[in-house]
Nanobody
Framework: QVQLVESGGGLVQAGGSLRLSCAAS????????MGWYRQAPGKQRELVAA???????NYADSVKGRFTISRDDAKNTVYLQMNSLKPEDTAVYYC??????????WGQGTQVTVSS
């Protein structure tokens, strides 16, 4: 079992920055990749960013050049640095971990609101 606790959401103005954190505990050795999905009202859930155990990263086209995903292995924590935030980034952000189980593990979600 893997438990994910995420934090760092909040309210910022357009152009501002936030850093999301996702701390993993439990069977962390089994994790292949971690990242964030987001979901805004009336929109489909979309993958925002991911990082593999080997360090490869992947980003949605809409956030490339603005968001950076990284990890601190000593703290079993993944970070999403979000810069130049736009109102369309407003969503609930859900951390996930892929451990080759039938379903991924999910964090509790954190609200990111960007005002114009």
């Amino acid at each position: 079992q893997v438990q994910l606790v995420e934090s760092g959401g909040g309210l910022v103005q357009a152009g501002g920055s936030l850093r999301l954190s996702c701390a993993a505990s439990g069977s962390i050795f089994s994790i292949n990749a971690m990242g964030w999905y987001r979901q805004a009202p009336g929109k489909q859930r979309e993958l925002v960013a991911a990082i593999t155990s080997g360090g490869s990263t992947n980003y949605a086209d809409s956030v490339k050049g603005r968001f950076t995903i990284s990890r601190d292995d000593a703290k079993n924590t993944v970070y999403l640095q979000m810069n130049s935030l736009k109102p369309e980034d407003t969503a609930v952000y859900y951390c996930y971990a892929d451990a080759d189980t039938l379903y991924p593990y999910w964090g509790q979600g954190t609200q990111v609101t960007v005002s114009s």
